[in-house]
């Protein structure tokens, strides 16, 4: 099992910057990728940055060259930098974790969420 706590979320003004942390713990080595989510009122969530194992990383389209997902080694937090945020980066954000348990089960962990609200 995984456990997620989530921080760093806020408000910030249109243009600024907040940067989103996630630790794990439990069987961190079985995590497979980290990724954050977001969901905004009346909204689908949606996935807004994976970061695999492996190292590779992509983001969805709304947030490419501002946004930036990393995390310095396994045992560390991941962190979500956001850069020129906009009013629509308004959401609860979610922090993810994909675990192989054993081999092919796989399980989804979760946050508990953090507000991220951007005013204009």
């Known amino acids: 099992q995984v456990q997620l706590v989530e921080s760093g979320g806020g408000l910030v003004q249109a243009g600024g910057s907040l940067r989103l942390s996630c630790a794990a713990s439990?069987?961190?080595?079985?995590?497979?990728?980290m990724a954050w989510y977001r969901q905004a009122p009346g909204k689908h969530r949606e996935l807004v940055a994976r970061?695999?194992?492996?190292?590779?990383?992509n983001y969805t389209d709304s947030v490419k060259g501002r946004f930036t997902i990393s995390r310095d080694n396994i045992k560390n937090p991941v962190y979500l930098q956001m850069n020129s945020l906009k009013p629509e980066d308004t959401a609860v954000y979610y922090c993810?974790?994909?675990?192989?348990?054993?081999?092919?089960?796989?399980?989804?962990?979760w946050g508990q969420g953090t507000q991220v609200t951007v005013s204009s």
């Open positions: 993810n974790a994909l675990e192989e348990a054993t081999a092919n089960k796989y399980y989804d962990y």
């Open positions: 439990g069987n961190i080595f079985g995590i497979l990728a």
């Open positions: 970061l695999t194992s492996g190292g590779s990383t």
